[in-house]
């Protein structure tokens, strides 16, 4: 309980209220587009490059690759049981999709509750990091196999895209080459780097994760408003009582998942929170990107709704606390 509250009360989660709040009372307030941009390549930016100088501290050893190999093993074993829950309910492009989108990850999630740790001084290892940019591919390759093996034989849009572009776009879209890129040259540098940037990457970074996520509030909340505006208007449309129950369900699904996961491979008390938000969260940048050019049919209404309107504020108001707290029980 001390864990949720403290978790209202902190300026990242307040602003992203603010942004809601804005969108509910029809508020002008808007971050332009380019500034939430920047916004969101320096949050990736700091969180890669702290990553990589506590690396460079710590010892890679069988612990650390065991829970690297358990991250990828996790985003691949994923999308198999979401594609054929959603498949009963939904077209198989929708299902396939969809099950991409759980068994990826949500970066700014992730940033979230690294800076939720910072805030509360519990200490977390830089190898996480890499589990976060190595958790983004196979769950969106796995979500393309499946839907090449149940879908359609023969279907032209499943026959026009190129694996070589695909696997491209999923190992090399901005926000994971940035990532990993800022976490290598952390890694290099190590603590000499970081003095050079600390203010920067140290003392800029709590408020401008409250901007970044002042703006997601705003996105957040108006894609909800037009998912529930298009679900009444559309009789096709997917009714929003099933997005709602499955982007509910399935993160704290996938977080029961990760956190037995992680009391297995024995890991610390920050680590484990970051280990389980990762299985929970659900990508809104990496997947949809990918699935417009896989998957043109698969209606991004229903994926990119219920991982950004519904699972990503669920995570950041209430799944992080709860997570913690259930962590803090189990170890």
């Not at 890991?267 to 929170?273: C, H, I």
């Not at 990762?278 to 991004?300: F, K, T």
Request: with cysteine.
């Amino acid at each position: 309980m001390s864990a949720f509250l403290g978790n209202l009360g902190s300026p990242p989660l307040l602003f992203f209220f603010l942004g809601v709040m804005a969108v509910v009372v029809r508020s002008d307030l808007e971050i332009p587009a380019q500034v939430a941009k920047a916004l969101s390549l320096y949050l990736l930016f700091a969180i890669g490059f702290k990553g990589g100088v506590a690396l460079s501290e710590s010892t890679i050893d069988g612990s650390v690759l065991m829970t690297l190999l358990a991250a990828m093993a996790l985003s691949a074993a994923i999308p198999v049981y979401t594609f054929f829950v959603m498949r009963k309910k939904l077209p198989t492009a929708d299902a396939a999709a969809i099950a991409a989108t759980y068994g990826s990850v949500s970066a700014v999630t992730f940033v979230t509750a690294a800076g939720y740790l910072d805030i509360q001084d519990i200490a977390w290892s830089g190898y996480l990091v890499a589990a976060m940019a190595l958790m983004e591919s196979p769950a969106i390759i796995v979500g393309i196999l499946l839907y090449n093996h149940f879908g359609k034989q023969g279907n032209a849009a499943s026959s026009l895209f190129s694996w070589k572009q695909l696997i491209n776009e999923s190992l090399f879209n901005g926000s994971v080459f940035l990532i990993l890129g800022s976490m290598l040259i952390g890694w290099i540098t190590g603590s000499d780097g970081m003095s050079q940037v600390e203010p920067l990457v140290k003392g800029l970074f709590l408020g401008l994760l409250c901007l970044f996520l002042l703006d997601m509030g705003i996105v957040a909340a108006r894609r909800f408003r037009d998912s529930r505006h298009a679900a009444t208007e559309s009789a096709a449309g997917q009714p929003l009582k099933l997005m709602l129950v499955a982007a509910l369900s399935m993160p704290l699904i996938n977080a029961m998942i990760g956190l037995s996961v992680a009391w297995l491979l024995g890991l610390s008390e920050g680590d484990a929170l970051l280990f389980v938000v990762l299985v929970a969260s659900g990508s809104y940048i990496a997947v949809p990107a990918a699935m417009r050019l896989a998957l043109p049919e698969a209606n991004p209404g229903n994926y990119l709704t219920m991982s950004l309107a519904i699972t990503f504020p669920f995570n950041l108001l209430i799944g992080i606390p709860v997570y913690h707290a259930m962590i803090r029980w189990l170890l």
